[in-house]
């Protein structure tokens, strides 16, 4: 459990969206404080602009000769009014020319004259004009004002309440927190969204890297994509396919080594029991062979039905001797090292149903019946080749022993990293004495029942030698009304994830 919250905690999904909500929260504070800090100053600097520019307009309307008609129009009013700018103007002899406030004229005088006292806060003072910060005692509020000389000597004082500028301000700072929090609370969500989408072709890279360290080839990445993560999965996946073939050669290759070192030390005593073993099987079938040639060249019977007799037995001699020469020579090619096995990746499964449908026919004919129960697909490393002539031998042991109900069951399990698959049939059981010894070459537990079918007592010394050289278990288990044979092979790492998931 606290291995799972440690990797939540690590996730690269919540550390970039922890990354871009700090951000996002450092430029939000930042916009706050430049707001209550400097929004205010901004206001002010731009309003100096507002005035400065009607003063140009001002200067440009008013000459000796008297006033434009600029300066009454309407456009004029308007700007004054949008910038909230009050203006008075008056000539040399201190005569109102333009403006209407008894209030301003009475301020203007005094600054001309020097009987207002200078307790304003000069913002920026020319030849011309001078723009300060005042606070008026009799209206106890605060201006912003410009007051100067224009080129016809006339006077003139603009002012700007700054009451409704800080109010401006004070709403324009809480606007923009709220926006501020509404852009938050969307950008979280965004935030979340994105990283998830950034992250999810990640953690698909760690997983299939995960299966691919676990020898598990089929996984691949699909997600997909242009960018650098699509093109790694896409390296992956290439990866996995050299690996896999690589692996598949190097196991290969480690498999004919040992088999190689292990059969050097075997090869002068499996000549000789070879030798002796042939020798003793060959012997019953010639000497069949030669009675029966014996009695047909002296004419025993002379009936054809009695020829035709004898020359059947000595036909089925001659069969089991050849196949029973065919399988030593299998044998033989096995246990000398000269068969090479290649250990592959292969769909067991199949190979188990094809198998037992291909029996099928000669289970029939004993009247029995054969089922397979097992996975759909499920693969297995070995030599397919080898594992069919396994089963092969497996479910002709079982036709031919098939009794009682003339049942045969062929089966397919994983176990633990392991496949087992096992070929059961109904029918009597095997001496517990002669368990360990049916693996030797020519051994027979049923000597009569043996010739009855061609049985040779070959067929399970060379499903020892295939799983000796795959270094794998196999074996043979008694039950109650019946015998089961068995091998395991390595499954693949992908049925083994697939296994996990369903416990």
Known sequence: MKKNTHRVKNSISRQIAATFIILLAALLVMNMIFNYCFLGKFYQHKLQKSLISVYREVNENVTNSGISDKLYSSEFAEECDANNINLVILDSNFQTVLGQSDIMMGRLFGYITNLEHDDAKVLRRTDNYTIQLKTDQVMNMEYLEMWGQLDNSYYFLMRIPMASVRLSSSISNEFSLYISLLAAVISIFLVNWLSERIAKPIRELSYLSKRMANLDFDAKYVSGGDNE???????????????????????????????????????????????????????????????????????????????????????????????????????????????????????????????????????????????????????????????????????????????????????????????????????????????????????????????????????????????????????????????????????????????????
């Open 229 to 503: 993560i699509g093109r790694l999965g896409e390296n992956f996946n290439q990866m996995s396919k050299t690996l896999e073939t690589t692996i598949s050669r190097l196991k290969s290759a480690n498999y004919e080594l040992q088999r190689d070192i292990e059969q050097k030390n075997k090869n002068e005593q499996m000549k000789n029991e070879f030798i002796a073993n042939v020798s003793h099987e060959l012997k019953t079938p010639l000497a069949l062979i030669s009675g029966y040639a014996e009695g047909l060249k002296d004419c025993v019977n002379d009936d054809p039905e009695s020829r035709d007799y004898y020359c059947d037995v000595i036909i089925d001699e001659s069969a089991k001797m050849t196949s029973m020469v065919r399988k030593l020579l299998t044998l033989n090619e096995l246990e000398y090292g000269r068969d090479k096995i290649e250990l592959k990746r292969f769909d067991l499964a199949q190979l188990v149903r094809n198998k037992v449908e291909a029996s099928r026919i000669l289970a029939q004919g004993k009247e029995a019946q054969i089922t397979y129960y097992g996975p759909e697909e499920l693969h297995a490393w070995g030599d397919e080749f080898k594992v069919e002539e396994i089963l092969t031998n497996y479910i002709s042991n079982a036709i031919n022993h098939v009794e009682g109900e003339k049942k045969i069951s062929v089966n397919c399990e994983v176990r633990g990293g392991k496949v087992r698959t096992s070929v059961y049939n109904t029918g009597r059981q095997i001496p517990e004495e002669d368990l360990d010894r049916i693996w030797d070459k020519f051994f027979k537990v049923d000597k009569a029942h043996s010739r009855e079918y061609g049985g040779s007592g070959v067929g399970l010394s060379i499903v020892k030698t295939i799983m000796d050289s795959f270094r794998q278990k196999y074996g043979v288990k008694n039950h109650e009304d019946g015998v089961e044979f068995w091998f395991e092979l390595d499954v693949a790492e992908g049925e083994l994830i697939d296994e996990e998931k369903e416990m």
